[in-house]
């Protein structure tokens, strides 16, 4: 009698010894998963569009300006940039990557040609995008970007919301805004 209790007993500490291993096993692995997922959210890649404009003049002159703030833990390299769905040659694409110190405008304003944006804005230097490679953005970095030439829009469109897409290697942002009448002075 005193043989078979001993078996049992021995078997109640082997049973909870496996329960106790695998719940260890378990809780590791559940802790292993969480770290892997946090570390891989925060290298994504996230850029937030504000300040989007499109206006149109009453000669039919359109163009768009928007700023682009990477909020992601990585940089980023803009691919291009469509309006209404047609790509923007990059001879007609215009940026200002703000430093920490710059101030940062509270709206941007329509400037008719690119030659003045650096006169209207007196603190920044507005680059032409020629090349793919002046359109990257570090992580916590913001651009202001102006599109001119939008040759696709014209004075029907005042008031018609259109979509600006940004694309990157990893993502498409996607924007839309209403078309704005400019009377140029």
Known sequence: MKLLKNRKALSTVITTLIILVVSVLLATVVTFYAINVTTTRVQEESLQITKMHVWCTNEGNASAAFMITNTGGRDTVIDKITVRGRESALDN??????????????????????????????????????????????????????????????????GISIGVVVFTANAQYHKEANVEAVIPS
């Open 93 to 158: 694409i215009f940026y200002w990557k703000l430093e920490d110190d710059d101030t940062v405008p509270s709206d941007l304003e329509w400037v008719d040609d690119a030659p003045n944006l650096n006169d209207t804005y007196t603190d920044a230097e507005f680059y032409s995008a020629s090349s793919l490679d002046a359109l990257t953005l570090r992580s916590g970095a913001r651009m202001v970007i102006y599109v001119y030439n939008l040759d696709h829009l014209s004075t029907s469109d005042i």
